[in-house]
């Protein structure tokens, strides 16, 4: 039963390779044998079924995508370049602020300007409380975790 189907399907390869004009033509017939040669070893190895799969998961992928999750990600993305953003302005304006004075601040008078500037306290509760939310979030990945 297998023969007969393997026999019929490379009568068919025949036909269509004798009457496609596509296919008498030197070059194509070069490209054709030059494109087997390079596929042949995926194709032993069975590591091209790996590339189908990823085709199918990608055209699964893009089946799956509509307006709502395309927002979603564009969102997530200006979100993350704004804050990368203002990180790096922050950064850069800080060192620029640092770097031109001859000498760095004692650490009395850095506390007493902390003391005295609104924005620096706020920066400080704002790091205060990051790292306090670091710190909850390590204290419950630590715990066991329960089997379902």
């Known amino acids: 039963m297998k023969n ?11 036909t269509i390779l004798e009457s496609s ?10 490209g054709v044998v030059e494109l087997i040669e390079k596929v042949s070893p995926l194709l032993q190895g ?18 799956m995508t509509d307006d709502a999750m395309i927002q979603k990600l564009m969102t997530l993305y200006d979100d993350s370049i704004g804050g990368a953003w203002k ?17 760095p601040p004692t650490l009395w008078k850095s506390v007493r300007r902390l003391n005295n500037d609104e924005d620096a306290r ?8 990051l790292m306090s939310e670091l710190g909850r979030q390590s204290r419950i990945s630590g715990q066991p975790v329960f089997e379902d």
């Open 21 to 30: 004009p596509a296919l008498q033509d030197p070059a194509t017939l070069k």
């Open 122 to 129: 706020r920066g400080l509760d704002t790091t205060i409380n």
């Open 4 to 14: 007969d189907t393997a026999a019929a399907s490379i009568q068919s390869l025949e």
């Open 46 to 63: 069975r590591r091209l079924h790996n590339i189908v799969d990823l085709l199918a998961a990608a055209s699964d992928v893009i089946e």
């Open 87 to 103: 990180i790096t302005s922050a950064l850069q304006y800080a060192s620029v602020r640092a770097g031109q004075k001859e000498a």
